[in-house]
């Protein structure tokens, strides 16, 4: 049984920055899985935010955070991180961890939520003006 585990979310002023956490289990990783970070803001879709191979380091921002938001892993400790720096209002949201098998490439897969296969459970990110 797969299990997302987020931590990390809080709340900081615009310009701060937060580290999220996601402690994966029962995840098997390939050549061709991932792990990535979606996000929600009140009366919004949830959107992909970053993703990552779990075999390669090769990755995908959405366009609002790139040079802001650097995602990594560590499959030792089966643990994603999403660095959030330079936080602005608009990142305010539950950001959810989210793994699962590429569907046509990271790119589609991460723009796309219903393509995902596991959803942890959210964590709250509040950024004050």
């Known amino acids: 049984q797969v299990q997302l585990a987020e931590s990390g979310g809080g709340s900081v002023q615009a310009g701060g920055s937060l580290r999220l956490s996601c402690a994966v289990s029962g995840f098997t990783y390939s050549s061709y899985t991932y792990m990535g970070w979606f996000r929600q803001a009140p009366g919004k879709e949830r959107e992909g935010v970053a993703g990552?191979?779990?075999?390669?380091?090769?990755?995908w921002y959405a366009d609002s955070v790139k040079g802001r938001f650097t995602i990594s892993r560590d499959n030792a400790k089966n643990t994603l991180y999403l660095q959030m720096n330079s936080l602005k209002p608009e990142d305010t949201a539950m950001y959810y961890c989210?793994?699962?098998?590429?569907?046509?490439?990271?790119?589609?897969?991460?723009?796309?939520?219903?393509?995902?296969?596991?959803w942890g459970k959210g964590t709250l990110v509040t950024i004050s003006s």
């Open positions: 990552i191979y779990t075999g390669r380091d090769f990755t």
């Open positions: 989210a793994a699962g098998t590429v569907k046509q490439s990271l790119r589609v897969t991460m723009r796309n939520p219903k393509l995902v296969d596991y």
